[in-house]
């Protein structure tokens, strides 16, 4: 009795185990262009295989075309779900009406892709940051900062904006505007994409002290701590002080902007949470198991600078101070 009992319960551990490796999971990416992209990758992609489940991933190098094609490759290979973030918000009906048609759940993460679809029925759920929070952040730690530091006049900022028509950088850019035209005294001098790429940060950076003159920059605004830190490369090499000649404000909250802002050259960053992992394996899990999810979620994030206790949100909440946590940062 015993021995049937055990080989009853060998069997059904078996297939448990089989039917979690039974799934396979296509995964998309945007590309590797920051550190935020590869801890983003890595978190997700171990996540998917610690659960068990076999993992098709691709990087689409920054392009659209590549992730057309590694959608439809994903199709073709029979996925059971595609985890998707878009490279920029358009130009994606067609390819996603044939993973309707197809029947593949998606679960979208980080940058939403805008569609003509008549309802929300096509993905099951979607997971990233408050993109126009973010903006809006940065734009109320800067009012609020250069107040408590007795700054007088106007404001003038030069903002490098993330990738053209990336959700991240529409949603960022808008926000960080709604401040600005709330604020008459925020004048934004000098306005480009650097890509969200280091080199490209610094490149633009270069542009931007030639072509406004260093001595008019007050802040430095970029849509993600990797063009910051290309940018503070830049204000170096032309003689000027990082952190306080001209006040350095990126977005995400890596380690190395931490790093930065304990070393003195950058003043603050907004998070946005690369850790995704965790709530794809959650959502999967859930859709097998026949649950439904909430439409949108955003993770819960803090604005990190200096000294802490600048306000940067409607809801009264101030800054944390990064040295505080730069030891728990861990990409
Ligand atoms: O979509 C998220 C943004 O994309 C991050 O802010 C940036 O670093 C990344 O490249």
């Known amino acids: 009795m015993k021995k049937l009992f055990a080989l009853v319960l060998a069997f059904a551990l078996l ?15 945007v590309g590797q262009e920051s550190d935020w992209r590869t801890a983003n990758t890595d978190d997700v992609c ?32 029979g996925v059971d779900y595609i985890v998707f973030t878009a490279v920029v918000t358009t130009g994606w009906d067609e390819v996603l009406q044939e993973v309707v048609d197809e029947g593949i759940p998606l679960v979208l993460i980080d940058r939403f892709p805008e569609t003509n679809f008549p309802d929300d029925s096509w993905y099951t759920t979607y997971f990233g940051g408050d993109f126009p929070e973010e903006g809006a952040r940065a734009g109320r730690w800067i009012l609020n900062y250069m107040a408590s530091v007795g700054h007088e006049g106007d404001i003038n900022i ?35 994409t650097g890509n969200f790429t280091r080199a490209e940060g610094q490149a633009v950076m270069e542009a931007a002290l030639k072509a406004v003159g260093a001595e008019n920059i007050d802040v430095l605004w970029a849509e993600n701590d990797d063009m910051a830190l290309g940018a503070i490369e830049a204000i170096k090499a032309a003689g000027l002080v990082p952190g306080k000649d001209i006040i350095i404000v990126g977005c995400d909250a890596v380690k190395a902007a931490f790093e930065a802002i304990v070393a003195g050259d950058m003043n603050c960053t907004v998070e946005c949470t690369p850790l995704m992992g965790d709530r794809v394996v959650e959502v999967i899990t859930g859709l097998e198991a026949g649950q439904t999810f909430e439409k949108t979620v955003h993770p819960v994030e803090y604005v990190y600078d200096t000294n802490g206790g600048i306000a940067y949100d409607d809801a009264g909440n101030v800054t944390l101070k990064a040295a505080d946590h730069l030891a728990e940062r861990l990409y």
């Open 15 to 29: 297939c448990t185990a089989s039917s979690a490796l039974a799934l396979t999971v296509g995964f998309t990416q």
């Open 158 to 192: 030069v903002r490098l904006q993330g990738t053209t028509g990336a959700d991240a950088q529409v949603g960022r850019t808008k926000g960080f505007d709604s401040v600005v035209a709330a604020n008459p005294s925020m004048k934004i001098i000098f306005d480009q």
């Open 46 to 77: 171990s996540a998917i295989k610690e659960a068990g489940w076999e993992l098709i991933y691709d990087d689409a190098q920054q392009k659209q075309e590549n992730q057309v094609k590694a959608v439809r490759n994903f199709i073709t290979q």
